[in-house]
């Protein structure tokens, strides 16, 4: 059984530009989460979504968003990219939206994105 | 809103000697959980902690979540090489609803460095 894929793996924009990170989730979990990794920090919540719906968003700007499509994949997307936004972007699946194991978090291997 | 600190944010061993690393967040939370990432790679969760003064063992990993559940230590016994990586703590906030329903708020990590 395949776990959390990202797409894509690494990728180089410039500043201005708009980028979309692709995620799917481990086959029979409805939650994703995304997370932003910068070098040397721990992952920061963005956005979290549960059966389609946005569950949860953490403090970023309206640059970002992101949706769930029917089958329980995701995009992220970020529009007028900065220098900043350079970063591991992490995709995480879990089973459910409440309590006990079900937000335990399986992460997928990330996408790295270079802003130049 | 909510932080979760981590401390020592380096630690260098030799191999065999003990670790522990020791997270506190600035609210009580409904449950905490520990990651480990290699370098390079992704946060791979270890375990999840949800009652107070809970202590569980994973072999050499000793996990303890504080009795007012807003601290928590994981303690490695004789550590060896394959110990080596950011160890991280997260923790979902008792009270979050909203748009923290989903949120997971990450520590800055521990970075263990195992000298053989």
């Known amino acids: 059984d395949a776990g959390v894929t990202q797409s894509p793996t690494h990728l180089i924009k410039t500043r201005g530009q708009h980028v979309t990170l692709r995620c799917s989730p481990i086959?029979?979990?409805?939650?994703v989460s995304w997370y932003q990794q910068v070098l040397g920090q721990g992952p920061q919540f963005i956005f979290q979504?549960?059966?389609?719906?946005?569950?949860g968003r953490g403090n970023f700007p309206d640059r970002f968003s992101a949706r769930q499509f029917p089958n329980y994949s995701s995009e992220l997307n970020v529009n007028a990219l900065l220098l900043g936004d350079s970063a591991l972007y992490l995709c995480?699946?879990?089973?459910?939206?409440?309590?006990?194991?079900?937000?335990?978090?399986?992460f997928g291997a990330g996408s790295r994105l270079t802003v130049l | 809103g909510q932080q979760v600190m981590q401390i020592p944010q380096y630690q260098h061993v030799q191999e065999g000697e003990d670790f522990t690393t020791y997270c506190n967040s600035s609210?009580?939370?409904?449950?905490i959980q520990w990651y480990k990432q290699r370098p390079g790679g992704h946060p791979v969760f270890l375990i999840q902690?949800?009652?107070?003064?809970e202590v569980k063992k994973q072999k050499r990993l000793t996990f303890q979540f504080g009795e007012a559940k807003k601290n928590s230590s994981l303690h490695i016994t004789a550590t060896q090489t394959t110990d080596v990586g950011t160890y991280f703590c997260?923790?979902?906030?008792?009270?979050?609803?909203?748009?923290?329903?989903?949120?997971?708020?990450f520590g800055q990590g521990t970075i263990l460095t195992v000298h053989p």
């Open positions: 995480a699946s879990s089973s459910g939206r409440n309590g006990g194991w079900a937000n335990v978090l399986t």
């Open positions: 086959s029979g979990h409805k939650s």
């Open positions: 979504y549960y059966e389609k719906e946005e569950r």
């Open positions: 609210t009580t939370l409904s449950n």
């Open positions: 902690l949800v009652k107070s003064g």
């Open positions: 997260a923790g979902k906030d008792s009270n979050a609803g909203g748009t923290s329903y989903g949120k997971l708020t």
